[in-house]
């Protein structure tokens, strides 16, 4: 294969092979652009590498191919003594992974070619400051060398000069510098700093290759669910330089606001600065706009630039540029992250400038970020006390006691603490802290800080740069203006939609968007700000071309109100169960207790019409609609109390003589029904095969209900629901069961009844043999929690806690299977069992109710797959709603 790529031979939709950086460092040299000219290795060069520890076949000749071209374009050769072509060598993969891997700056200088740049820069100081840099950032990364101590050698020349800036070290002080730091390495390289330039570039092409595979990369990557086995391409890209003077400099821009998605110019700009200064959030940026009046002539090209970059990927587009002497330089583009309320308004906005259809748009947005606007917010009403006021960097109200490093954060937050982390500036090694936190606060840097960048990338609150504040991490106390101290474990609050903070506890109300979904809000009043407008055109759309249909899990008519105002067009799966608890709780013991038919039947009696009135309710809430109602499906130990607390009950009033007869038959009944793995027990359908009456009862309470229904005027749509079920010949006896009591129900309230039977496809068994149940069963709804934990075989209720924390540690989930379809097992069952099904049954209706209902993975999974709709509960109901939209185009 061929592994490197001139700029110009690459394009925009070469990301997979090239990396996003080299993909647009392509694109935009072929647009015209300002781009320094340069190659990129490709990814599959990068895995081959990985897997063997060497260069692949024929990788050498083709850089130095590539390299002679670059020479001969630029007229000078990598580290020439006289005019050396110096070099950046950059990490850049598929998916953006903002400073997780390396980049080593100023490659070709050497004790030679130092000379060489200070002669033709005409400035010797800035030759031995990149000489220095280079030695620095390749003795981090390419020789593995604790930066510490080159911080702290260049710290130690301030000192002895009594100045504090780096800009005040002449270069002398730079030149000795360098010798100092050639001596670091040899001390812990156990090797001098190399001088061959193709020897440095070759060891920084490595090193970058490896830096795939850092543990901060690792655990980066899990977050943001990008695969492990994408490897990073290389961009070698001839040096200009931000920090050859004042005329110099480097920064970055966005096309549009990336926190708001407000039209205008957004981005930072540091003079006499080189590369990742600004990135890094080290040194305090001005905006961009000031570069107006540093640089009209740059700052003009860089708009139109951007104008230009805007239309052509017809998106908001973020940028790095250099200007070097008054020469603007484009150094990257991509498409750029956004907030989720940015993505929303972007998307509508480009709509109206006629650069994208509604199509376009809704592929735009995603489910998850509509999750994310559904958040609560900090009440503007209650009283607050601000103590600083910072950068908006990423939205969401976040409250919790203060943290000042990464590892108090992870700790504090397992023992089930909110905890905000608090930092002067965050570097990729807070990570595991920042992913622990529930919000970030930082007190420099801008939008496009370290701290900015990922938290926006992870839907986590961050306020930076509230430079009023003082973080002291040695003392762990941040102090605010006006003598306001606040001690770890104090707590704040942050608001990432403002850039305020807040001393204390700030009560959060629900957002516009919950607000518009309840009907509160009228997208078209006054009121509605465009964020509402553009949720609501969005959904408008959506439910436009939506094939399936959402439904909810509700099991009160509360719930089930507030699903249907949320757009849920029936219900999916009342789960009849928590009907049995609470003060009914006691019916139900004596229901287990019985011991003759009469008994039961007396309690089964005292059930039924409280199980009836919940359902008249139930079915008036969702008038008109579907509602699948489930029979009872826990073991039955669970509505009795619990064995050990019960067994002192019995033994101490044995001890005081007392008789306690009732206790006592509790107690064996709680023995004869207990079981090893009651998820594995007497639950479901077989409770109905072997409770004499227990299922005939509840049929009768829906049936009578829906009966009752229909005489005050209403539409009830019943559907019953048998759950558990592996084979249809239980689901065929409970179904005759049912049939006998419809037939009893008919004759007695004398209506025309209508309903269906189906059965919850939630076992292996019952989705191999679907065939089979669909003579049978009028509907399916996949129970793809009961589904996942059988076909996995571990239990739902204990596995989190035991060990998916190491399994997704060691990246053998990316994401917990209980909470995103696993779509290779779990999803190859759902799919075998709907097309045996329909294969059976012409028409079958097909939906999902376990929690992957609404997963905006999963629902995109359910679409392929040809269910009729998905259930999930009412908040997420508007979710799955333009996931479902999202899934047909
Ligand atoms: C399921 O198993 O996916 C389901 C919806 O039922 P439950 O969660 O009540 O077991
Ligand atoms: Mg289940």
New binding site residues.
Partial sequence: PKFVYAFAEANKDMKDLLGGKGANLGEMTRLGLPVPPGFTITTEACLAYLADGEFPKGLADEVSEQLAKLEQSMGKRLGDPGDPLLVSVRSGAKYSMPGMMETVLNVGLNDESVHGLARQAGDERFAFDSYRRLIQMFGKTVLDIDGEHFEDAIDEAKNAKGVTNDLDLDADDLRQLVETYKKIVQEHAGRSFPQQPREQMDLAVRAVFESWNTPRAVIYRRQERIPSDLGTAVNIVAMVFGNIGMDSGTGVAFTRDPASGAQGIYGDYLQNAQGEDVVAGIRNTVPLRDLEKIDKRSYDELLQIMQTLEEHYRDLCDIEFTIERGKLWMLQTRVGKRTAAAAFRIATQLVDQGLIDMTEALNRVNGAQLAQLMFPRFDEKAERRKIAQGMNASPGAAVGKVVFDSYTAVKWSRSGEKVILVRRETNPDDLNGMIAASGILTSRGGKTSHAAVVARGMGKTCVCGAEELDVDTKQRILRAPHGVLVHEGDVISIDGATGEVFLGEVPVVDSPIVRYFEGELDAKSDNADDLVRAVDRMMGHADGVRRMSVRT?ADTPEDAARARRFGAQGIG?C?TEHMFLGERRSLVEHLILADTDEERERQLGELLPLQRQDFIELLEAMDGLPVTI?LL??PLHEFLPDITELSVRVAVAESRGENRENDLRLLQAVHRLHEQNPMLGLRGVRLGVVIPGLFQMQARAILEAAAQRIKAGGVPRVEIMV?LVANVQEFETVKQDIIQVAREVREQEATHLEFLIGT?I?LPRAALTADQIAESAEFF?????????TTWGFSRDDVEAAFFSAYLEKGIFGVSPFESIDREGVGELVRIAAEKGRAQRQGLKLGV???HGGDPDSVQFFESVGLDYVSCSPFRVPVARLEAGRATS
């Fill in positions: 899990n799966l789960r489930r499906d826990p759950p919850m939630e709804s996949f129970g793809t929690n009961d589904l996942t934990q109710c376990g929690e």
